[in-house]
C-alpha cells in the first residue's frame, strides 16, 4: 500500500503537488517533488499555493509531511525548496520524512526528522543525472524497471507496515514534531536531526522544557533604538539569557556583504536550538515599508522560522506578515529628541521586568495577536510626540513630584483618591503631567485632552483608550477582558460611557489580585469632560468609591469652579500652581538658569538678569520657554533688556510686529491664512491648507516662512500653534488688537472648499460612503484620505459657522443635508465613533421592536436589540412599505466561536458566508447596501442583555 493509500484508508483528504485538496477535517500536503519530469502542469505552482493554503485554513488540523530526497532539497534547485519556504512562511506544520541521503533544508534543519531510508531500496549513485522514476512511493512501478520492483517489494515489506502506522499517528496526534509525544509515537529509533551538516539517527525529539532552557536571542533594531538596545542586551545577559553579541549592533540600510554573512550567521545561531526568538524594535524606521531596515531580516527570520517577540518603540503599523503576532508595548519607554533616543529609566525598569516575565513564560506575547485585537478594538491616542515636545529641556516641580510621592504611599482612602493639579493657561500643567507619566512607574494609564483635539475631549474614547493602556501594563486585566462572558466586539460598540466605564474599567480590576504598590490613572485636562452629553468627569466621581483601593487619579484642570466642586469630596487640597508662589517662581528661575544660552564669554549669567526675566515672565512657564528661545535665536539680545516685554501679551505682540511689519500685507497675506488655521476643528496638515487656500508649492512655503516660530509642523505633517494660548490671543479682539483673526471667515472658507472638494472627489469616482472610518490609531491615512473624513465629520458644522447669507453657502449647507451619499458617510462615521449604544434597545421583544418601528414606517427604519429567546443580538427593520402596511425583517447577528459574527448560525457557515469582525462592521455593511438607513434611537433605561457564542 503507498503512503498516500495508507493516509486516505485512514480517512484524511490528501493532496500531492497538482491534486486538488478536498474539503474535510484534517487536510495533508504531501510534497513529493523527487524529479524534473514530474508535476509539470500550466498552472503548477497556483495548485501548489491553493493546496498550502488549504492546509494553512484547515488550522490545527493541518499538515505539510515533506517527503527528503537529494532532488527534492538540495540547495541548489531542489524542487520542494519553495514549497518548504512557502510552508514556513505560512506557520504550517512540517513533518520531515527522510527516504534517502540528503541534508534537510536550513529553515527546517533542526526539526526532528522521520527516517525510513532503512525501507527504501538503494538507487544507485551513478545515475544521479537520471532521477528516480515518477511513480516513486506512489502508485505500482513499471514492470520493466528493476529498481521499481525493488521498491514494490519494500513497499509490502512489514517493516514498511510498521513505520507507515507509526507515521500516520504521529500526524493524528502530534500538532508538530516538536511535541513530547513524538519519540513515544515514532520510536525513538526511527527519529533523527541534522547537526552541522550531519544526519544522526536515533535521538529524541527535544521536550519543551528542554527548549526553554535552550532558547537564544538576537535583537534587530535601527540606529535610533541604539541605546535601548544596549541597554536591554545587558540586562538580559546579566538575567542568564542567551543573547547573541551582535546584537549591540544595529542595522545599516546598507550593509556590506560581510556584514550580511554575520547577521545571517547570528540568525541561524538563534534558531540552532529550534527555539530562538528575534527580538524585533517595532518604529516607523525599521519596519515602515517599504525602506525598513529590518524588513529584509524580518523575511530571513521567518524563512528560517524563527519566532519574533515585537517590541512597540515607537507607535506604526506592524508588518503584515506578522501583524497577527501580540506585541510589548514600549512606546513610553524612550524620548525621541534626540539621536539615538535617550531613555526614560522609571518605564524602561517596567518595560523590561514585563518582557523578562515575558521571555520565562510567565505572562504571554501570545501568538494569536490578542494585542491586535485590542489595539483595532479600543483605538488608543499615540501622545508620544506631544510628551516629548513638553517634556524638552523640563527642569522644576520638585516639590509637586514630592506632593505626588507622599499622596501614592499614604493610607488608601475614598478622600484622598484624586490628586488635582490647577492652574492657568501657560502655568506648565501639561509639561508636569507628561514628567510624572515619563518617571512615576505608578502611572499605568494616561489621556491627555487637548482643547485643539476634538477627539481627544470625547469621553468615549477616552476611557477605551485608557483601557487600552492598563492592557498593556496588568498582564491580568488584560486576560480578564478577554476571557469575560460578554466579548469586547459587543461592550465596546453597544454600551454607553457609564457602563464602558463599570464594565470595562471597575468589574475587570475588581477581579485582579492586589498589586504590591498604588496604581495611578491621569487625565490632563479633565475640564474638557465636564460639557459633553456624556459627563465623563461625573461618571468617574459618582464611581469613584466603587473601584479597588489600590488605584487613584491625578486629574489637571484650568481654575474650574465647576471640576472643583464636583471632586472636592474626593481629593487632598489641590496643588495650585499658582504664578507667584515661591515655589513657582523657583522653578521658573531654575528653569532660566538652565536653558538660557551662555552669557558673554560663556560666563554664568547674572544674577540681575535672572531677576529682570523672572519678573517679566510673571511665573509663567510658558512665557519663560519663548524668552528662551527668543534668546537663542537672536531675536533677543543680553545687551537690550529693554526690550523684553512684561506680559506674555506684550511678548506676542512683540513677535507679530517683527514678524509682520508691514499691517497691509498682513491683513491681505497672512491674516486669511490664520482665519482658516484658527476655525479647524482637527489640527490640518500643511498640504490640506494649500489646497483649501488654493496656494501653489511657492506660496506654500512662503507660508512655512511667514509663520516662523509660532507655528511648527509636528507628527504627519500638521501644523501646531507653540501653544494653544496663541489661538486664543488670535480671537480675542481686545488682546490681538490690529492681528485679530475672525473664525467666521475661517469657517466659511473650510465650508465651501468641503463642498467643492466633495463635488471633485465625486466627478473623480470616490463614493464617500465606502470610505474607511476607523479612527485615527487604527491606521495611517493620507492627506487626501484625512481630508475625505474630515468633510464627512465637519463639512456642515463649518458652513453652519461661518454665519455667512451668501447664496453659495446657502445652496453647500442645503446639499449636504440632502445629498443621500454624504449623509449615508456621515451616518458611517457615527456608528464609528459612538458605536450602536445610541439605537441599541437592550432585550425586547419582536411586537415591541415593531411598534418602535412603525411610528416610524420608512423603509430602512432600524433598531438593535437583544433576543434573550434565540441568545443573540437583532437588527429589526423595514423591509418594504406595502398597502397592508409595513413589512417587517429580524435578522440574527450570530456571534461565532472564532470572535466574528454571521447572520446565519455556526452550522450553516460556509464558504462564501459573509462575515463581519465585530457588530459596528455589520451595520455598516447593511448600511452600505441601504438595507439600513434610519435608526430607532432609545430613550430611558435598558433591559440589557448578553450575547452568548452559539454552536
Known sequence: MTLKEQLQRKGHYVWVDTEQLAAGSSRMVVSLNLTRHVFLGSDWESDISDGLQRAKDAKEHGRVLLLMTQHA?????????????????????????????????????????????????????????????????????????????????????????????????????????????????????????????????????????????????FLSYGDNCAKLASRLYADLVAQGFDVHPLSQKPLAKNLSKEDEYARLDALHWTHATNAGKLVLFITPGSVGRPHGVCLNEISLAMTIGLSFVPLMVRQCEIPLS????????????????????????????????????????????????????????????????????????????????????????????????????????????????????????????????????EQTQNGRRCVLNLVYQLTTQLPAYANVLNTQKEPLEEVVFVKNLADLVQDLLIVPLEQIAHPPSTMVILIDGIECFTTADDNLLSILTSSLSRWPDWMRFVFTTREDPKVLSMLQAYMVPPIALDLQSTNSKRDVRLYLETALPQYEDEQDIPSNVIDLLLERTQGLFLYARHLVNAFASGQLTFNNLDNVPTTMGGFLQQNFATQFPAIDRYEKEVRPVLEVVCAANEPLTLDALSSIMHFDVYQTQKVQSDFGSLFHLGEGGIILPFHLSLLDWLKDARSAGEYFVDVSNGHEAIGMWCYQEYLRSVRAGIDFSKLEFELESSGVKTTAQRMQVYIVRHATDHLEKSNSMKSESFDASTFFFTDDTFL??????????????????????????????????VVGAFLIRYSGTQCSYCVSFIAENTIQGPIYQHNLIYHLPSGSYSIVPPHEVREGTAIFSDLVSFVESFLRQRILKEPIRHTGRLNRGISQHIG
Open 73 to 217: 532539497v538540495r540547495r541548489n534547485g531542489g524542487y520542494c525548496l519553495n514549497e518548504v519556504a512557502r510552508a514556513v512562511q505560512l506557520g504550517l506544520s512540517i513533518f520531515p520524512v527522510l527516504v534517502m541521503d540528503c541534508e534537510p533544508p536550513q529553515s527546517i534543519a533542526n526539526l526532528p526528522f522521520f527516517d525510513i531510508r532503512d525501507c527504501i531500496p538503494h538507487f544507485d549513485e551513478k545515475q544521479q543525472d537520471a532521477a528516480p522514476p515518477a511513480n516513486y512511493g506512489l502508485s505500482d512501478p513499471r514492470a520493466s524497471d528493476s529498481w521499481g520492483h525493488r521498491l514494490q517489494e519494500a513497499l509490502m515489506s512489514p517493516r514498511f507496515y510498521d513505520k507507515m502506522n507509526r507515521l500516520v499517528a504521529m500526524l493524528e496526534l502530534c500538532d508538530s514534531m516538536l511535541v513530547n509525544h513524538v519519540p513515544l509515537l515514532g520510536g525513538k529509533s526511527n527519529l533523527g536531526r541534522n547537526q552541522d551538516g550531519t544526519i544522526c539517527r536515533g535521538e529524541e525529539a527535544p521536550t519543551i522544557d528542554k527548549l526553554n532552557k535552550e532558547s537564544r536571542y
Open 322 to 453: 506578522i501583524c497577527r503576532i501580540q506585541w510589548l508595548d514600549m512606546s513610553d519607554v524612550c524620548s525621541f529628541n534626540t539621536t539615538p533616543w535617550d531613555l526614560h529609566d522609571a518605564r524602561y525598569a517596567t518595560r523590561k521586568d514585563q518582557l523578562v516575565a515575558a521571555l520565562n513564560g510567565h505572562v504571554g506575547l501570545d501568538q494569536e495577536g490578542q494585542q491586535a485585537r485590542l489595539f483595532s478594538l479600543l483605538s488608543p491616542f499615540s501622545f508620544q510626540s506631544q510628551i516629548s515636545a513638553v517634556t524638552q529641556g523640563y527642569v522644576g516641580r520638585e516639590w509637586v513630584l514630592d506632593e505626588f510621592d507622599n499622596w501614592t504611599k499614604s493610607p488608601p482612602a475614598d478622600a484622598r483618591r484624586v490628586f488635582l493639579i490647577t492652574g492657568v493657561i501657560g502655568s506648565g500643567k501639561s509639561a508636569l503631567a507628561a514628567r510624572i507619566i515619563q518617571n512615576r512607574p505608578e502611572i499605568v494609564a494616561f489621556h491627555l485632552a487637548s482643547h485643539e483635539g
Open 824 to 857: 449615508l458617510a456621515q451616518r458611517l462615521l457615527q456608528v464609528r465613533q459612538i458605536g450602536l449604544q445610541s439605537f441599541y434597545h437592550g432585550e425586547i421583544a419582536r411586537n415591541v421592536a415593531e411598534d418602535k418601528l412603525r411610528a416610524r414606517q
